[in-house]
């Protein structure tokens, strides 16, 4: 069958998988998006288990994974999760969403193999959900957008740690069954594997949000001495941020690729509105205004969709991808937004409506512009770069 890839460089496997990928999404879990079980918190547990149900009887359960263990690569990840978001609930029901996609990664690459017997393969399989453990209360002058401003704490006592602890906008602690705990030992950062629920980890509240794609919200959770075995630590005591560089790069890239898919079908509802809707004798379309608009969205997309497979690429090196990573989390977050929200202004009323997904596109994409890093941090991370490289040229 000729070299294995499209002439996008695209191979064979993941353009199969995408297709089928696609077709669930937009015949299965389309209809979803009107389904009553869904909130303000995400969709709940029933509508969650209602459609993983459905992607396991068609063979599309975790579909960047394979059934040896292995991932596609990131460009064919890519292509995969961006037809997987085409609808906001679709990474849901197909496990390749986040937190529970970084999650996957990140045990994949540390983890041991007891360490994946018990708590990755359960998430690979879709029986549970995943939290990851990281981001603290600002008011408390915890890690945010600053990891090394992590205050909980974790101390050993004999074969168990002890963490004590807030954490804060944890995606998905409410219903999770893996969690993954960052906490500080005197060595440093540490991560630790838990069952959840657990009685020392107590979820304050589910805070009110603008995005509602992710099932149990973002919620502010309260640690008080949770007993861990040692052998449930993610590799050495101090190595937590080590393994936090493996999950940041391509956790950021497939929040771009599944947005990416959102703002896709976003635009196709807004350019089928302006080619249908009639205002002053004509198509919407036919206005100078829509019709740039939605020209201005075909070239953003474009971008978006360049940007993703530029960086992974990188990642298929085997390279960490930081600055990579920055560059494009900024540049299709930025660009989705602009999409996002020339879609509501094309379609008006019906834009701010719930009639279609349009509306919450919107929303879910000026989040993304905050969440894996707001865009002024990676900015910022990016001209240190520039400052760091003129003064080693200049010496």
């Known amino acids: 069958m ?47 288990a209602a459609m993983r149900g459905l992607a396991r009887e068609a063979g599309l359960m975790t579909p960047h994974i394979l059934s040896d263990g292995t991932h596609l690569t990131q460009r064919e ?51 549970v959900r995943s939290a990851f453990f990281m981001t603290e209360p600002a008011e408390e002058g915890g890690a945010g957008s600053d990891p090394s401003m992590l205050k909980t704490t974790c101390v050993q006592d004999g074969n168990h740690w002890v963490i004590n602890g807030r954490k804060a906008f944890i995606t998905g602690a409410q219903g999770a069954g893996v969690g993954i705990i960052m906490a500080k030992s005197q060595d440093g950062a540490c991560m630790f594997l838990v069952d959840l629920p657990d009685p020392a980890i107590r979820i304050e509240r589910v805070l009110d949000t603008i995005d509602s794609s992710m099932p149990g919200g973002h919620s502010v959770v309260a640690i008080n001495e949770l007993r861990v075995p040692a052998d449930q630590m993610l590799g050495q005591s101090g190595e937590g941020f080590k393994y936090a560089q493996v999950r940041l790069s391509p956790a950021r890239l497939s929040h771009c690729m599944r947005w990416l898919g959102a703002c896709i079908r976003a635009n196709e509802i807004a350019s089928a509105y302006a080619c249908s809707r009639m205002a002053f004798g004509k198509p919407l379309i036919d206005h100078e205004g829509v019709g740039f608009m939605l020209a201005d969205n075909m070239i953003d997309l474009q971008q978006a969709r360049l940007m993703i497979d530029w960086c992974a690429g990188v990642l298929d090196t085997g390279d960490l991808g930081t600055v990579e990573s920055s560059m494009t989390k900024v540049a299709v977050s930025e660009a ?33 512009r905050i969440y894996d890093g707001p865009t002024e941090v990676h900015k910022w991370s990016l001209a240190k770069k520039i400052k760091r490289e003129h003064r080693q040229a200049a010496s």
């Open 2 to 48: 000729g070299s294995g890839v499209d002439s996008q460089g695209v191979s064979e496997r993941a353009m199969a998988l995408g297709a089928r990928v696609e077709a669930f999404v937009r015949t299965v879990v389309v209809p979803f998006e009107h389904d009553p079980r869904r909130s303000s918190h995400g969709p709940s547990e029933e509508l969650v």
């Open 77 to 127: 990840t890519a292509h995969v999760l961006i037809k997987s978001g085409l609808s906001p609930l679709g990474p849901v029901a197909l496990n390749t969403m986040a937190p529970d996609e970084g999650n996957m990664y990140l045990l994949g690459k540390v983890a041991s193999p007891e360490q994946k017997r018990r708590f990755l393969d359960r998430v690979v399989a879709g029986e």
């Open 336 to 368: 989705l937004m602009r999409v996002a929200d020339r879609c509501v202004q094309v379609m008006g009323g019906t834009g701010v409506s719930g009639d279609t997904i349009v509306e919450q596109v919107f929303r879910e994409v000026r989040a993304f």
